[in-house]
């Protein structure tokens, strides 16, 4: 039966949502009665990062509890990952089939992307924590000293502690700015009507996603990002090709811009902006923020804890250990960012430092990076200004998408993959791809370089045909050319001339 209690907000009352709400908020959750001797692990938010940090330690044999404040699954289930990807899907599907979106295509796009996070839930769910041992405590966890715990009007001890309390939206300091106008991406899934015209404040990841979801889905947009190219991050031919093909979507690109005063407008708001070179502009509609987030740190009381905070972050070494040494960080708290699979990364990594005194180092860990528009960008490693700034010089090999078979056949010829090599070795040190399916393409790279393989290995390696793959193929190729240096090729020239000469002065054979 549906859950009738109240759904949390910012979710809309509907059925899919109530299941959602059922499986990670279950209305009437008893509170768990702490054992005498407290628990050997205390994890501190149920998103990626607390889900299999509580896995992997109950699956070990801990005695294990979790404490979440508001929706289990954490960002990557209820605002992010998984309703985004969902939506984006609808929207390249409607693309694709060149229909004009109307309302109700919007609505029913929405509803979709709301409907898969619902039916992914239960992975995420308070019953699948249970049934592995788990203790499941909601409300807000605070510390009362060094190794001790209150959530749900309970007390306990505890051995060690993560926290992996999330992000909170970022809200940048722009003057006149009501937050309540706003839209962050949570309240952005949960529509029903379509704004006529849509403000994207954010120009990474998710306002590059976000911005090209709904110009596909029919809202008239405008894409704003203080930096001179979206996705600043990431190199700078791979902002301006999604550039490109947002400027093709109908999305407005406003990069170098700051915005330097907000005022209510009807249902919106209206931005007043003014770029580097001192050109004013105004901009209207309905405003979604996509500027970063933040750790959530806020009601925790790291202070009794002995916890430092250094920028709004858990001052924490590599092995994610705090001024506490029973306490250890992951996902967004820790020095590795926010990703889901960073998330999952630094949950483990904690896991072991924290209950077999590990030493292991998340400084060592291979992170890729990945944005899902059309077309995809992502990278891994280092750039070559990055390297550099290392002192380490860098050998690029880049082959075009379009000369990629699969690319072609698939009419997406767009991008490119650029390898970093080493220069004088055959190590990876970097990567980006951008090109349909570049998330899955920088897979490949990832193993490379966190398994030291050396980019030569895939010169060799014999891919299905025709994949995307192929381009990683072309770039070992090129690797290995460009190691024939004069002196290579004269050493095989001579080898060769002492074969035909072998072949000359051998005596013709007699026929038979």
Request: glycine share 10%; proline share 7%.
């Amino acid at each position: 039966m549906p859950d009738p209690a109240p759904l949390p907000p910012p979710l809309r009352d509907e059925p899919a949502n109530r299941r959602l709400a059922s499986a990670v908020r279950p209305a009437g959750w008893p509170v768990p009665e702490p054992p005498p001797a407290g628990y050997d692990l205390v994890v501190i938010g149920g998103g990626t990062a607390g889900l299999v940090a509580a896995h992997g330690a109950a699956g070990l044999g801990a005695r294990v509890a979790l404490v979440e404040r508001h929706l289990l699954g954490g960002e990557c289930l209820n605002a992010g990952c998984v309703p985004s990807k969902a939506l984006l899907a609808q929207a390249h599907r409607l693309h694709a089939a060149g229909a004009a979106p109307d309302a109700a295509a919007f609505a029913a796009a929405l509803a979709a992307a709301r409907a898969a996070r619902a039916e992914m839930a239960p992975h995420d769910s308070a019953a699948r924590l249970r049934a592995v041992g788990v203790d499941v405590y909601f409300g807000q966890a605070r510390f009362e000293g060094p190794e001790r715990l209150a959530a749900s009007g309970r007390s306990f001890r505890f051995g060690r502690a993560i926290l992996a309390t999330g992000a909170r939206d970022r809200v940048p300091p722009i003057a006149g700015l009501e937050v309540a106008r706003a839209l962050f991406p949570a309240q952005a899934f949960e529509l029903v009507e379509r704004p006529d015209q849509l403000i994207v404040l954010g120009g990474g990841a998710v306002g590059c996603e976000l911005a090209q979801a709904f110009a596909r889905l029919g809202s008239n947009v405008t894409l704003v990002e203080r930096a001179d190219a979206l996705l600043p991050d990431e190199e700078p031919d791979a902002g301006r090709l999604v550039a490109d093909a947002l400027a093709d979507d109908g999305v407005r690109v406003r990069t170098a811009a700051r915005t330097v005063r907000a005022e209510p407008i009807g249902a919106g708001v209206r931005l007043h902006l003014e770029t580097a070179d001192g050109e004013a502009a105004v901009v209207e509609g309905a405003l979604l923020i996509a500027a970063g987030r933040l750790p959530a740190l806020d009601g925790l009381g790291l202070e009794a804890a002995g916890v430092a905070v250094a920028d709004g972050r858990p001052l924490a070494d590599d092995h994610l250990q705090t001024t506490n040494a029973r306490v250890f960080v992951a996902g967004d708290a820790s020095p590795a960012g926010g990703t889901t699979h960073a998330a999952d990364a630094t949950a483990r990594l904690a896991v072991q430092n924290a209950l077999f005194a590990g030493r292991k180092r998340a400084s060592l860990l291979t992170l890729p990076r990945a944005v899902y528009t059309a077309p995809e960008v992502a990278s891994v490693g280092l750039s070559p200004e990055a390297a550099a700034a290392l002192g380490t010089v860098v050998v690029t090999y880049e082959q075009p998408m379009a000369e990629v078979d699969r690319a072609r056949l698939d009419g997406t010829p767009a991008g490119f993959l650029r390898v970093h090599v080493a220069r004088g070795s055959d190590r990876v040190v970097g990567a980006t791809a951008v090109a349909a399916g570049a998330g899955e393409l920088i897979a490949l790279v990832t193993l490379v370089i966190d398994r030291n393989i050396g980019l030569q290995a895939l010169s060799t390696l014999a891919l299905p045909y025709p994949t995307r793959a192929q381009a990683l193929t072309r770039v070992a190729d090129q690797h290995m050319r460009a190691r024939l240096t004069p002196p290579v090729q004269g050493v095989l020239r001579a080898w060769f001339a002492v074969r035909r000469l072998g072949r000359t002065a051998a005596p013709a054979e007699e026929p038979a």
